[in-house]
């Protein structure tokens, strides 16, 4: 167990780069989930940009009274992974800032992770699809999902499309998000880091930030996010 402080996890830039290694299991859901939510609370979780489910699925074991919404764009890997899963909901979708068709790129299988709508270069391959795009809000409607409570995105480049996808109501009504950002695009004409923090700054705290994958021009980044709606109701706690 990570010996982490749990009042100064709310407090902005408690946390430098690289300080603590964003695991999802063991601090996202062990962690800081276990602060927000009460293990038999009813809430929705969406994960975009699921790759093989297991992210979703293990907060379905640890949160059972969960409704989760595991969406994944690559066939390849719904049907190789989650078509078949029933304990929770899975969707294959891309989703994105429009409701239409998009250029998709996969690389390789997709279990390298790094297929999506912005392209990683053609040294990791040169196919492109075209696929169905959807919001994030269109997708909340069309599965009666009034609130979002928590989320994880990773989506190859597209974090700004689905977090500016949603629509002001359903992105404030999030208590906390992990996200993947970079700072230099890795992904051809993709919005960075810096363009994510516009959207979250006004309503939600930066409390931790794990960097990966150095290159000479910059980084990738895993962010844990929380609605300063629940940072503020830990801190005044003390």
Known sequence: MIDIDIFKLFEKNVWPTDQVELQYNSVFVDLIMTIIFEENQQFTFVEVGALDGKDSLYTKTRFPNCNVHCVEGMSENYNTHLKDITSISTHHICISSTNGFADFYPKGDGSSGISGIYDRGKIYGTEVRRVPTMTLKKFAELNSLSTIDAIKIDVEGATFDVLNS???????????????????????????????????????TLILQSSYNPQAEGKQYDEIWVNNAVVHKFTNLR
């Not at 002001?168 to 996200?179: E, P, Y």
């Open 166 to 204: 949603m629509g002001s109501d359903l992105l404030n009504g999030i208590k906390v998000m992990h996200i993947e950002t970079e700072d230099y695009p890795f992904f051809s004409n993709q919005k960075l880091k810096k363009d994510v923090a516009e959207i979250l700054n006004n309503n939600f």
